[in-house]
């Protein structure tokens, strides 16, 4: 079973920063797709943010100028550096790969914002 190890979430006040990391089998990560996903409670998932396996990154609009992704394509890592964090952003985090038509996900981190 393909495991996504993600690290990172925890409790952070408004404005500060965290820096989320999803570490994916080589099979995986090389040459495919990873994203970021939340999901909030009563809220469906949705993305945050993606990059492709050139470079190539989008952003939903509710993070641009805050949040960033990036690729350590030799420790095959995916990163999220989320900065200036509003209560808004209190979600699950999920990491997501994905190879053809196969998609997978890891189990998730907890990210709070709040004072």
């Known amino acids: 079973q393909v495991q996504l190890v993600e690290s990172g979430g925890g409790l952070v006040q408004p404005g500060g920063s965290l820096r989320l990391s999803c570490a994916a089998p080589?099979?995986?990560?090389?040459?495919?797709?990873m994203g970021w996903y939340r999901q909030a409670p009563g809220k469906e998932r949705e993305l945050v943010a993606r990059i492709y396996s050139r470079g190539f990154t989008n952003y939903a609009e509710f993070v641009k100028g805050r949040f960033s992704i990036s690729r350590d394509n030799a420790k095959n890592t995916v990163y999220l550096q989320m900065n200036s964090l509003k209560p808004e952003d209190t979600a699950v985090y999920y990491c997501?790969?994905?190879?053809?038509?196969?998609?997978?996900w890891g189990q998730g981190t907890q990210v709070t914002v709040s004072s």
């Open positions: 997501r790969a994905q190879s053809g038509v196969t998609i997978y």
């Open positions: 080589i099979s995986i990560f090389s040459d495919n797709d």
